[in-house]
């Protein structure tokens, strides 16, 4: 969690100044259930060439535990990848959860560092396997990454590695992109490694209008500026609010503890 004193002294360490501080320095939202630990209720499900239906028993709710492909998984030996969708649109939110991996890793990435990961600012529209988003990445020493996928942001300036939150200095380029076989990719690395392999992770998501900062284990390790979408003829916009998304790559991996409230 971002302690007003924690932000002060980022931006601090940053040599920005610490007022005004705008919506950040309102007090926040009560924290809500963004998962009921019961059922799916406010959330969608799709798989790349199953749909929107749990055929194989991908995702399980054991005791308030959102368990990707468990024991309780009866698919292929190559699980096709996916997600679980808010059903809604969010913007204007800090967001938590937990994270622990699990052993079962599925073809065609038995040998890969296990991968998930939080996408969030997706439009709604046509579900398919690597929708419009910025990634927050959830993998084996990488947690923390931001790859937006026909959305692009400024990167936060890096001081000893601290990105600048909530402020970044003016006059920023954007980040490269790269065309990644029909989308276009960044990647933005984070500032060190903080995740454990072993137990649960704790990583934190703040959206304020078009910019976001990634926190794992209590630490801001990315911060992204000028967030924008891309449209249909190429064209630049900038996004504030869309789904949110936990994905499903080939990995077991348990989700608890999934929050939001409102910035």
Not at 137 to 163: C, F, K, W, Y
């Amino acid at each position: 969690m971002v302690t007003r004193r924690g932000t002060l002294g980022i931006m601090g360490a940053a040599g920005i100044a610490a007022t005004p501080l705008g919506r950040l320095a309102a007090a926040p939202g009560a924290w809500r259930p963004l998962f009921n630990g019961r059922n799916f209720d406010g959330w969608t499900f799709f798989q790349d060439g199953i749909g929107n239906t749990d055929r194989d028993n991908v995702a399980a709710v054991e005791g308030g535990i959102l368990h990707i492909l468990g024991p309780r998984y009866r698919g292929p030996a190559a699980a096709p990848m996916g997600y679980l969708a808010t059903a809604e649109a969010y913007g204007e939110y800090h967001l938590s959860l937990e994270y622990k991996w699990g052993e079962r890793r599925f073809a065609p990435r038995e040998l890969w560092k296990r991968d998930s990961g939080i996408l969030y600012h997706v439009p709604a529209g046509r579900e398919f396997l690597w929708p419009d988003c910025v990634e927050y990445q959830i993998m084996e020493r990488s947690t923390g990454d931001a790859i937006p996928v026909n959305h692009r942001a400024i990167p936060g300036v890096s001081m000893g590695g601290l990105p600048a939150w909530p402020r970044n200095f003016p006059g920023q380029p954007y980040a490269p992109q790269i065309d990644a076989g029909g989308n276009l990719r960044q990647m933005i690395r984070a500032e060190g490694s903080f995740d454990t392999l072993d137990g649960w992770n704790t990583v934190e998501l703040i959206a304020s209008g078009d910019s976001a900062a990634h926190i794992v284990n209590g630490r801001i390790v990315n911060t992204l500026y000028g967030l924008q979408a891309r449209d249909a003829a190429g064209a630049y916009a900038p996004i504030t609010r869309g789904r949110i998304l936990l994905q499903i790559e080939c990995a077991e991996i348990r989700f608890r503890n999934i929050r939001i409230r409102s910035l």
